[in-house]
């Protein structure tokens, strides 16, 4: 814990190497690294909301396998600098720009629910760049099966109403802050997952309190862009992604259901799919942890 981050478990406190870099045309950019320091780049696309500490769920896997795992902030999100003009099809240019600041030459990608376009954004815009996709909870298009109950609503306040969506996430993130990590974490999971340790030590809950808390530090503003844009067109169609595509969700998944993942299967050119019975939102995301990683590194 921090007077900067007062909401960050103690455990996560010198974890991962947090960085930013000021992309071309001035916006400033947070990204987060996890895993092994020296190791090849496995790029992960954190939900909504999230945040840069998304990626130390994959921290222990990542060291077991020699990579090392980047979460880069989305534009309004944690320590990155707004972009009111932002869409999802804009944000393969800034992955690039990282990309050429850090030299990763190829990166796999691994997009979270809301984090899944974003995700098959880079596939598109940068072919020549991202090998293969891992999608978990996959958030799908507007065209097909949209999110639960709660995200749709979300969604339309952000859309029409965005100053209320702040207020709302607003009260969410004070009230947050008299909780423990797993009542917040609570809220993506209800199976017995959030005492597992994933990040040195550091719980799932501790990681997925980071990852919603870090999302709006400061203010809401971000975060509620980002429902918005997420039941807007995307600027890409599905069957423009050539590379291998696998995803993963639960059969209990409240916040996006398992038919968004279906749609998915049905429309990309070369995708497969795993449902896992009985498994909700947040225990998806802990127990493929490993699969995401063989499926990404192809082995």
């Known amino acids: 814990m921090t007077d900067e981050e007062p909401w960050l478990p103690a455990s996560l406190d010198g974890l991962g190497i947090h960085d930013s870099y000021t992309i071309p045309g001035g916006r400033h950019v947070s990204y987060a690294r996890f895993g092994d320091r020296s190791g090849d780049p496995v790029l992960a696309c954190h ?4 945040s840069r500490w998304f990626g130390a769920i994959y921290h222990d896997v990542a060291v077991e396998q020699g990579y090392q795992v980047i979460t880069i902030e989305r534009p309004g999100i944690g320590r990155s600098s707004s972009d009111p003009d932002r869409r999802i099809g804009t944000w393969a ?15 796999p990608v691994i997009g979270f629910a809301g984090g899944a376009p974003y995700a098959l954004d880079c596939a598109v815009g940068l072919a020549d760049r991202v090998p293969r996709v891992a999608l978990v ?4 298009p507007p065209a097909g099966p949209q999110g639960g109950l709660l995200d749709r609503l979300l969604g339309l306040v952000a859309r029409t109403a965005p100053g209320l ?8 993130a004070d ?3 008299d909780d423990s990590p797993e009542e917040i974490a609570g809220s993506l999971t209800a199976e017995p997952v959030l005492d597992q340790t994933v990040a040195d030590g550091a719980t799932v809950a501790q990681v997925l309190t980071a990852d919603l808390l870090g999302a709006m530090p400061k203010d809401t503003a971000g975060v509620v862009q980002e429902f918005a844009l997420a039941s807007q067109s995307w600027t890409f169609d599905l069957d423009e992604v050539s590379q291998p595509v696998a995803c993963w969700h ?15 299967e049905e429309q990309l050119p070369n995708c497969s799919a795993t449902i896992l019975d009985g498994e909700d939102h947040g225990s998806t995301l802990v127990r493929t942890r490993e699969e995401v990683f063989e499926h990404v590194l192809d082995t």
Do not use: H, K, M
């Not at 909870?137 to 799908?140: E, Q, V």
């Open 165 to 172: 969506g702040q207020r709302l996430f607003s009260i969410f």
């Open 175 to 177: 009230a947050a802050s």
């Open 250 to 264: 639960g059969t209990e998944d409240n916040d996006v259901p398992v038919a968004a993942t279906r749609y998915l």
């Open 93 to 107: 240019s800034d992955v690039e720009a990282i990309a050429e600041y850090e030299g990763w030459e190829q990166f």
């Open 137 to 140: 909870a996959a958030l799908g």
């Open 47 to 50: 939900g909504t909301p999230g």
